[in-house]
């Protein structure tokens, strides 16, 4: 059974930087496509950035371009979001999810994916 972990949310002001991290279990294929979600209350779950593990594509959603960087370590099968540059509309519970490699994968749609963790909790205060 595939289980993802989140960690490394906390509470920045305002241009400050935080890491996420994923760690993922239960895998058995050699490559799959992972990607973090954010959501905020009352406010559909929305996109930050994804990629496919086997290969060095990635795609982000137009909030995260240019603050955002998604990488993973295949050997520690986990995923990381190094986010700088943090604004208040950045604040809001981070999900990360997996989805096993189909043709025709959308990577920034919430319904593409397979598997989510349980998330952690961002707050940027202004």
């Known amino acids: 059974q595939v289980q993802l972990v989140e960690s490394g949310g906390g509470s920045v002001q305002a241009g400050g930087s935080l890491t996420l991290s994923c760690a993922a279990s239960?895998?058995?294929?050699?490559?799959?496509?992972m990607g973090w979600f954010r959501q905020a209350p009352g406010v559909e779950r929305e996109a930050v950035a994804a990629?496919?593990?086997?290969?060095?594509?990635?795609y982000y959603a137009a909030s995260a371009k240019g603050r955002f960087t998604i990488s993973r370590n295949n050997e520690k099968n986990t995923l990381y979001l190094q986010m700088n540059s943090l604004q208040p509309e950045d604040t809001g519970m981070y999900y990360c999810?997996?989805?096993?490699?189909?043709?025709?994968?959308?990577?920034?749609?919430?319904?593409?994916?397979?598997?989510w963790g349980q998330g952690t909790q961002v707050t940027v205060s202004s």
């Open positions: 999810a997996l989805a096993e490699v189909r043709g025709g994968q959308r990577p920034l749609y919430a319904t593409t994916y397979d598997f």
């Open positions: 990629m496919y593990t086997g290969s060095t594509n990635s």
């Open positions: 239960g895998l058995t294929d050699s490559s799959y496509l």
